[in-house]
Each structure stands twice: as C-alpha cells, then as structure tokens.
C-alpha cells in the first residue's frame, strides 16, 4: 500500500464511516458527517487554511473520493457541529498508534499567534482567552493563546489545551495529565518551566514521575536531555510548518480549537497509518505530495 493522499483519506473515511453514528434523514444533504471529518483531514494535510481555497482545490484533486461537495458555508457550519466528533476520532486514531501506551511522555506548550496588531486585539473575539505572552524559544512577544500537550516520543497525541498564556504551565500539564489515559509509572519529560516542588509532589501523586533540566540555581548537573526534548518542538513543527497551524485562521476559540483539532487529529491518522505500513511515525511528505 502507498503511502499518498487517496490511502490516507480512505481510511479516515472508512474509520469515521465505521464509528460515527449515523445522521438523521435530510433530503438536501448530500454529504455525510465522515465526509465532512475525511476533508478536514485532506485540508491540513494539502496545507490550505482558507476553506473557499481548499473546497476549489478540492472539486480538482479530490473529485474522484468526493463526487459531492458542500459548499464554503455550509463547510464551516458541518465541522463545527463535528468539532466533538473531531476530538473523539483524535482519540480513536492514537489508541491504534504503539506510542498511546508509551511510558515516557513529553510536555510542552507552543504559542499560537492569533493577532499583531493592537486593533486586533482589542477587537477581537479571541480577546476573552488569548493574551500577550513571550515566546523563550523564539525570543518574541506574541499576541494569542498557548497550545500545552502531553504527547509520546513518537508524536501520538496523548491531550491537548489551548490556554491563556498567563496560565501556570504546570497547572495545565496537570489537567492533561488527568485526562490522559495512563496505567501508573509513567515517565514526564518536560523542560525548565515546569520546575517546582508542588508540581513535581502533585504529578507524583498520579502516578507519573518528573524529569527535567536542572535550573541554574539547582546543584549539580543533571540529566541530559537536550535530544529527547527536542522531540516535542519536532512534534510543534509537524504541526506548524506541513499542517499550517499558525496560519490557522481561526477569529473565534471555537474555529480556533476545530481548527487545531483538525490538524492533530490529520497527525494521529498519519502516525497510525505509518505504524501500519512500516513508515516512521511522522513522514508525512508522502501523503502532501
């Protein structure tokens, strides 16, 4: 089996098609709700945010899978009613991949831009949740939100959350630990940021075991890590540069978290369908060409 654009949308199709339940009867609709989940996934994939763009592209290049398609309005209201299926399928993709029962996880969190300039941020509907934060990595300001996840070292996403930025990391990385699914004695790789007595006692106390870099007020050396934590901005680019996350789009936090659950959710199907076929975990050049 290929490793193309075609393989990857039949088996989210197949997939979605298989677990969703099904719609009521409507006589004007010609397209079904995994229809609608498969060309989200087409769509971050192909790295066209704009949906009028991607739909003209798409009578093109994906004629052939989709006989029908719905219109640019009719689009953006069928995904954000499936925005829960959306998450849910999340899940169901990274329980196929080996890396959803990893006992080494990795934390971090990555802004998401939504605005520059100060017009945008007084005016926009964003403003209830993002903020101003800084960007250590990048050495900027930014105006939006931060995305915190917990994923395994091969990219399988474990939890999500989209965040103010002037949220405690550690709190958020506590939620997600939660909400993660876990057996007991897992490994949490996680950088200087999430430092702390308290987080380290709380993390404890479910189970999981905190490794970090030491801070430069701490004695002694400390571990390694620098290689293994490179995995979790390799995952962020993954989803930032083939899967346009920053140029997301989105002008509310609803399209914002569809939008963002789009792209993961294209990156678990890719990472479960590479582990099927042999691939590593995170080629996606072959299903973007």
């Known amino acids: 089996m290929d490793a193309d654009l075609d393989t990857l949308c039949t088996v989210v199709y197949c997939t979605a098609d298989d677990l ?11 397209v079904s709700d995994a229809e609608v989940v498969t060309l989200c996934v087409a769509q971050a994939i192909m790295g066209i945010p704009s949906d ?4 003209a592209v798409a009578r093109k290049r994906l004629v052939h899978l989709f006989p029908d398609l719905p219109g640019q309005a009719g689009y953006f209201k069928r995904r954000r009613r499936l925005v829960d299926a959306l998450e849910w399928l999340l899940g169901v993709f990274a329980a196929a991949s080996p890396g959803f029962y990893d006992d080494l996880l990795l934390c971090d969190s990555t802004p998401v831009e939504c605005g520059r300039s100060r017009e945008t ?5 964003l403003g209830e949740v993002a903020g101003y934060g800084y960007c250590a990595a990048h050495s900027r300001f930014f105006w939006g939100v931060r995305l915190h996840a917990v994923c395994a070292a ?7 959350e989209l965040a103010s930025p ?3 990391e550690r709190e958020v990385a506590l939620e997600l630990l939660e909400r993660c699914r876990r057996r007991g004695g897992e490994t949490l790789l996680c950088d200087k940021g999430y430092a ?6 709380a993390a404890a106390r479910l189970g999981v075991t905190v490794v970090r870099p030491k801070r430069a007020d701490e004695p002694g050396r400390g571990p390694h890590l620098a290689a293994i934590r490179q995995r979790i901005e390799s995952i962020f680019w993954s989803a930032k540069d083939p899967l346009t996350l920053e140029r997301h789009g989105a002008r509310t936090m609803a399209g914002l978290r569809e939008r963002v659950l789009a792209r993961f959710l294209c ?3 890719c990472i479960s369908l590479n ?12 299903y973007c060409a």
Do not use: K, Y
């Open 267 to 269: 990156l678990a199907a």
């Open 52 to 55: 009028r763009r991607f739909l």
């Open 20 to 30: 969703l339940p099904e719609a009521r009867p409507n006589a004007r609709r010609r």
């Open 196 to 201: 702390g007595r308290a987080f380290a006692e």
């Open 275 to 286: 582990h099927r076929l042999g691939r590593p975990s995170r080629a996606l050049v072959g």
């Open 121 to 125: 941020a007084l005016r926009s509907a």
């Open 166 to 168: 002037s949220r405690d």
């Open 154 to 160: 091969g990219g399988t996403p474990r939890a999500l």
